[in-house]
């Protein structure tokens, strides 16, 4: 029996107010696989993720995601997911191990166990001896690591990452590379919106490009060398 796509999106349609963003858009993504989704700025790509994160509802078209529907059964959708939005989704005011712990109980992780399983993620993502530390005290490339941290804890089958290596120097960018590579061999189904065409190439399994509402461009990076995908990125773009 072939496996159902853990990612399936049908005609979606999403509009603000009279502006259509998302037009019939058309989209399937099976487990496992590592998809950078690019295009340009406003074509659609942060719409795309709320709408598989269960954080917002399009006007048309079905999605489903893990075999449950969307909107409909959206809290059992967002167990699923992890999300790095472009925006931390962190309180600067708590450290790094209290984010965790109120993530943890809002997603009613097993309590005897949350401590241990919070020090380990901190420690997956170099953290360990910031725990106490307030996230606002954190860089830009700490607090996406925290950010990280924050979405794999419930282990989700889905990591939903927007633009994570904007703001990042290098040094950052390396640490948040090795941590992709390793939440993909560990089996996580991953979208990732991002300029870097580069990175895409190398990290991904596939890249699918958003412009005028819908994906014009789909093609596994086993067959792309990063020079065809610039040119074709500015031919689809352009
Ligand atoms: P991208 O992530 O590809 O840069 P977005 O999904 O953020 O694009 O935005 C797509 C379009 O939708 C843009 O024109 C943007 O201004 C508009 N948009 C996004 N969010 C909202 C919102 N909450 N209200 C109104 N318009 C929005
Ligand atoms: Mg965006």
């Not at 406003?42 to 079905?62: D, H, I, P, Q, Y």
């Not at 530390?133 to 607090?143: E, I, K, P």
Request: hydrophobic residues 45%; proline residues 4%; charged residues 20%.
């Amino acid at each position: 029996m072939i496996e159902r796509p853990i990612i399936e999106a049908q005609s979606i349609v999403k509009a603000y107010g009279l502006l259509p963003v998302l037009r019939g858009l058309d989209l399937q993504v099976v487990r496992g696989q590592f998809v950078a989704l690019l295009g340009p700025n406003g074509s659609g790509k942060s719409t795309f993720l709320r709408l598989l994160a269960g954080l917002s509802r399009a006007e048309a078209g079905s999605l489903f995601v893990g075999g449950w529907q969307l909107p409909q059964e959206a809290s059992a959708v967002r167990a699923q997911i992890g999300l790095v939005a472009h925006k931390p989704l962190l309180y600067e005011n708590l450290t790094a191990r209290e984010n965790l712990a109120f993530f943890g109980r809002l997603y009613h992780l097993p309590t005897e166990s949350l401590d241990s399983q919070i020090m380990q993620s901190l420690k997956h993502v170099g953290l360990e001896r910031r725990a106490d530390d307030l996230a606002r005290t954190f860089s830009r490339g700490m607090q996406q690591r925290l950010s990280l941290a924050r979405a794999l804890l419930h282990d989700p089958h889905i990591l939903l990452l927007d633009e994570p290596y904007t703001g990042l120097d290098q040094a950052a960018c390396a640490i948040l590379d090795s941590l992709l590579k390793e939440a993909h061999a560990a089996g996580h189904t991953i979208v990732m919106t991002t300029h870097e065409l580069d990175r895409a190439a190398s990290l991904a399994d596939r890249i699918i490009i958003l412009s005028r509402g819908k994906i014009n461009y789909d093609v596994p990076t086993a067959d792309l060398s990063p020079t065809q995908l610039s040119a074709d990125y500015a031919a689809i773009t352009g």
